[in-house]
């Protein structure tokens, strides 16, 4: 078959997540994963270590897993996409590495992409071109961030409000640890709110008066009160009641989220909520972005769940923007960059 656009191969491994994808013109084409989540699980968290030897492991066979899928051979990728950052060092190195490897053996560009990015881009795989405008808010373990957005291949990205202190995620994953729900957090404090009120303890909503920053999130706060509120539970003899304590603090999560972020699209003039990240999986913060969304006359665009927590069609749907959009490849001596700040989705520095 020929193929007019190019493909783009992307590679994920910023955390516990081995991913490959194949995207040509905003269409996916296959896709692989392999999760080292499981040998993390008895740490409580993602052991770097751990987690880069997993990546060394499983970048072969996942990129071969999802050229298969894709019914495609390494010959026929045109560009290679690389989560280059931000994310743990010794993990985004190994895919870096993989990267310019495979890059340099088929001749063909690299592009260094930031992470963020690529979860905000994947939803043009499920909903197609995103709006010349729209308002993303990015939540995942690493970060939460309400954005403005543009063209993503072509326009810098501006931050309306960022966490101050912890991710949204993290809280989860907090959180998930304090109730004894185990690693990962996020998906198991979802699971256990289901049979819990979400109004039976009024956690904290912070960065909620008129004189805090508007589009600014703050989770350390809330996190404390839910351990406190635990401790004091169990201080006193009593059993914890796990399930409201989960509702009642994803609710607290979801209500913050939901309504900064329909805010910043009223304010800004745009008419499409983009939510995105591992905790825009989460079945409230969903459902009370549908409601809100609704209420205000947005259009909400969330990935399917799949797409949501880390993949490699992710990166490679952010490579397909920036090869459309005619973006300069990176050089091979790009340097992974754990910390870097989303300014757009290339990641053009700093070199090795
Ligand atoms: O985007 P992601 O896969 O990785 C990062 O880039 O950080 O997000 C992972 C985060 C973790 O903190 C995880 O607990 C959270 O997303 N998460 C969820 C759910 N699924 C994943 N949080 C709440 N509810 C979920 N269903
Ligand atoms: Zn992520």
């Not at 493909?7 to 910023?14: K, P, R, Y």
């Not at 490897?101 to 992470?115: E, M």
């Not at 905000?120 to 954005?147: F, I, K, N, Q």
């Not at 008066?209 to 703050?218: I, N, V």
Request: one cysteine or more; proline letters at 6%; aromatic letters at 4%.
């Amino acid at each position: 078959m020929s193929r007019t656009s190019p493909v783009v191969l992307g590679i994920e491994s910023s955390c516990d997540e081995t991913g490959a994808g194949l995207v040509s013109d905003g269409v996916l084409l296959g896709d692989a994963l392999a999760s080292s989540m499981d040998a993390h699980a008895r740490y409580g968290g993602v052991v770097p270590e751990v987690a880069a030897r997993a990546h060394l492991e499983a970048m072969v066979p996942v990129v071969r897993q999802a050229l298969d899928a894709a019914s495609l051979d390494l010959a026929d990728v045109d560009a290679v996409a690389v989560t280059a950052g931000p994310g743990l060092s010794t993990a985004v190195q190994v895919g870096l590495a993989s990267a310019k490897a495979l890059a340099f053996a088929i001749g063909k560009p690299l592009y260094g992409v930031h992470h963020l990015a690529g979860h905000a881009a994947v939803d043009v795989l499920e909903h197609g071109p995103l709006p010349a405008r729209c308002v993303a808010l990015v939540v995942s373990g690493g970060h939460t961030s309400l954005l403005l957005l543009g063209d993503l291949g072509r326009d810098p990205v501006v931050h309306l409000g960022d966490t101050t202190d912890d991710a949204a995620g993290e809280a989860f994953d907090k959180v998930a640890r304090v109730l004894g729900l185990g690693y990962p957090g996020g998906p198991a404090v979802d699971r256990a709110a289901r049979d819990g009120d979400p109004r039976a303890i009024a956690f904290p909503r912070a960065l909620s008066r008129p004189q805090d920053p508007a589009y600014g999130f703050s989770f350390s706060g809330l996190k404390t009160a839910v351990a406190r509120w635990v401790e004091a539970r169990t201080d006193a003899g009593g059993q914890v009641p796990v399930a409201d304590v989960a509702a009642s603090f994803q609710e607290a999560v979801a209500d913050v989220l939901t309504r900064k972020a329909v805010a910043a699209c009223r304010e800004h003039g745009v008419g499409t909520l983009l939510l995105v990240g591992g905790v825009a999986a989460n079945t409230r913060v969903r459902s009370l972005a549908e409601e809100r969304c609704a209420a205000a006359g947005l259009e909400l665009r969330v990935p399917p769940v799949r797409l949501c927590t880390d993949n490699g069609a992710m990166i490679a749907a952010v490579g397909d923007l920036l090869v459309r959009a005619g973006a300069p490849a990176s050089p091979l001596s790009l340097a992974a960059d754990p910390s870097a700040p989303l300014t757009g989705a290339l990641l053009s520095g700093p070199w090795a």
